[in-house]
């Protein structure tokens, strides 16, 4: 009982890593049914049956929302930080430690209620993960809109709540417990990023959670915030309302577009600090890579306005949008520019946490890469809400967010077991999951130019495009599969390295300088966090962050 | 580029032609991205690659890290100008007077189609008259002498050569107008009347889509959009204002 009920940082992580695993099982075995089905619309499954369009909505709707929040945010964004962020700056505890077990707490409730919509009369909602009103708002307008639609709003509440206590708990954390002598300069970029992106948090899902809230008002309360005069639904004519639905997209997209940073921002310090390390150089520009992960937080709270380019809202806010989103890209590439001069100029040593780190750089180009294109209202017109837009945030969040996620679990893992994940395995692991993650979503992008819309049950898009589009469908679904079933391997490894056989790795085992490698609470340090490289005529090619240069 | 549907709007030449340029230099920036990772894991596999440890930065670093930067930098520019020029000329044009007004309609799962006819004006509607059964599906007022005139279609039919301005509507939830023959695409909000203009050109038929997820049969709400001569469109419109 004393391990679940736990206030301990560490034991919280375990909890978080256990639930992210539950949601990205499920959420796999989600898009695995909808792959088969668009491919092979006919085959029924298992207990199931022929998959119905609605069905499919629902898929879609559910593994989105589990992918986004209980995978991509909560693995980055509560189990790493709770695993590490305290170590990290030479403490045991987190501020807050009652808050920040609560967190854990609700959004456990919060993934169980999410479940729940699928076992309710009707099952679970179809609107998608972003929920547009008036669809998410009137029950009639489609089966899993009553009942599953409130359980996903109950949920997504709980989650927000959760996701603000975590955040104030990391941010109290960071500003009150550091070591004296660690200075703003001396922290790790990983600290640095979960500053940012837990900032970004407390502002990002409070707009969620009011947006949730003011929902639910409209569902059961008779509000209409966002719903507008003259709704007619299935015929039946709606309570005359005064809202918009237009007031959704923005608290919705004012939430959505941070929580794109929410997820990757983690994933960047760590690929900064992994670069450092397993080149044995310093991180080079360290205040530059500070001020673009301060200038990413800033800018990303003003692009929402990107998502809404074919709302129909004021065209000069098109072009306002458009610029904001291309100067958030100047930064991302600084950082992504940094890291490949690491990669060249240093020498690598190549094991798997570098290489899921090179992996998470290559996918945040790929993805990231389409998004000045997107950026550009003209073109985004042709572009919103096609195959494109699926193939760009799969690569640029959900594989750039997975890979970091799979980066921090080898290179942390002896923190949790005391041993090292199996290296043959770890890298079969990496160049499959590789090869399988490209030929999955780079293809989509080519089905988007062709103008198929996403959310679509069936391949059903511009007649000129079915021909083309089937082979290139059918090899989309097997690498799929391939990238699902390699990941077995990863189950199978963080298993069997935790045996008492394996030999146990000693602290250190990365020869690594930040303050989580030290085994120990560090009350001082005098030194920054990358201290690395054998040119200053040491034993060693690196010194700690807990050795210090010279009796305090 | 081939992978698009053939464009049959006049502005899908521009929009065509920047797409595929944007397309172009991403890809090679992505190829040139991918095959760095690769030289530097064979450097290290061959048993070379930079030391690099305990050099200091600073000369190599202008040169692996600013410069690039700047390079990218002006990419973004330039993406940044020439996509908003097009979509200036796109969206933030009057309305020439000989434009074709029609009047669309997202409806779960349908598209309609409203011609103000020959008073150039379309009849009130109202919620409480919506019928599809009987015949009325946008709920057009009978006691409302300008919609005597107007024509509903299921069928888009427009005249090749002439601007048409669109009035975007929906009755129940969003939906997504999206012609990728046109190189069109915007939301039909209820509440709200969007504005769309574009010149159809080339004579034929175009698939309409919707493409923001709108109910169960968001797969299916499907509508055509035929291009005719404007003979052609002139002789239908008459016999479809006849009946009345």
Redesign the interface.
Known sequence: MRRIFTTEPKGLARLYLWLGLAAVIIGTLLSLLMRIHRTWPQVAMPLHGVIKPEDYLALVTMHGTLMVFFVLTVVPQSAFPNLVLPAQIGSKKMALPRLNAAAFWITSASLLVLLAAFFVPEGAPIAGWTSYPPLSAVAAAGPGQATGMDLWLVAIVLFCLAAVMGSASILATILLRRASGLTFGRLPLTVWSWMVSSGLTVIAFSALFLAAVLLLSDRHLGTSYFLPAGLVVNGIPQAAGSGSPMLWLHLFWFFGHPEVYIVVLPGMGLASSLLANFTRRPVPGYWLMVASTLLIGVLGLGVWGHHMFVSGMNPYAGTAFGLTTMAIAIPSSAEVLTWLAMMFRGRLRVNTPLLFVLGFVSFFIAGGLTGPILAQPALDAYLHNTFFVVAHFHLVMAMAGVFSIFAGIYYWYPLLTGRRMNEVLGQIHFWISLIAAYGTFYPMHLAGLAGEPRHYAQLRGPVESFAKLIPVERGITSSAFLLAAVQLVFLFNVFWSARAKVALAGANPWKATTLEWSGEEHPMTDRGPYEYGSATGRSEDFRPQWKAEKPF | ?N????NGALRGIA?DH??GW??TI?FW??VA??A??VV??AR??MGR???????P?RG??FI??VL??AA??G???W??V???R???A???MAMPARALEVEVTG??FQWYFRYPGPDGEYGTTK??L???PAGNPL?VDPGDPRGADDVVSAVMMLPAGRPVEIT?RA????H?F?V??M?????A????A??LSFTPETPGD??I????????????M?ARMRVVSPEQFAAWLAAREAPR
């Open positions: 580029m992978w698009l549907p053939p929009l920047l797409l944007n397309l991403v920036l992505f991205a991918q760095s990772f530097a894991l290290r596999w690659g930079g030391t690099g440890e305990g050099v930065w190599r670093y692996l890290h690039p930067l990218i930098t990419l973004y520019l993406m940044l020439t996509g908003h097009l979509w200036a796109r969206r933030e409806v779960q919620p409480n919506v019928s599809a709920g975007l009755q129940d939830v969003i997504g999206f990728p023959g190189r069109l695409k915007q939301d909000i209820p509440g709200m969007g504005h175009y698939a889509l919707c493409s923001q997820v709108c109910g169960l049969g968001h797969d299916r499907q």
